[in-house]
């Protein structure tokens, strides 16, 4: 009788625990942990994070928010960048070509607060996966591999408000 107790007791606990836990489709802002798998190429690893509240965008919120890669150069050819959220709100890694003579942070935004993407080369904003998602729930990791040419990059959170929040940095690829 104990042990027919203690394999019930078992067996809701872990149904109970399937119901709470995050999963697959669950809402951009649910918090999961997990890791990216061995990806090819040079590896960029990259953390976003926020101080969470506030009003994004204002200049006093300026820099409250970053996006820092763990280096500002890699060699031409594969590179993979594994994006970690270590803030409170969710966010995203988009790869824009640097046009010559313009600086990180002085793309023109749209109405919304974006920049614009034209001639995105890739993003990292799935939770828990690689490519285009909804975006990287905090704690959680996405990824992505691209095939970059030598060039200048900058590297954005482009949800809205985050880009004039502080969240680019600039790629070198020589």
Known sequence: MAALAAVLLTAASLAALALIAPRAGAPAG?????????LPGTTVRVTEADRGGGMMG???????????PDRTSVPHGTVSFV??????????LVVLPLPEGQAVGARALNADGTADETG??????????????EGIAPGAVSWATL???????ELVCNFPGHYLSGMFAELTVT
């Open 83 to 92: 994006v970690t959220n270590l803030g409170s709100v969710p966010h995203e």
């Open 58 to 68: 204002s200049p006093r919120m300026r820099h409250a928010m970053r996006l820092s």
């Open 120 to 133: 995105s080369l890739g993003e990292a904003s799935a939770s828990c996966e690689a490519g285009p998602g």
């Open 30 to 38: 649910a918090a999961r942990a997990c890791s990216a798998p061995a």
């Open 147 to 153: 095939d970059l040419p030598a060039g200048h990059y």
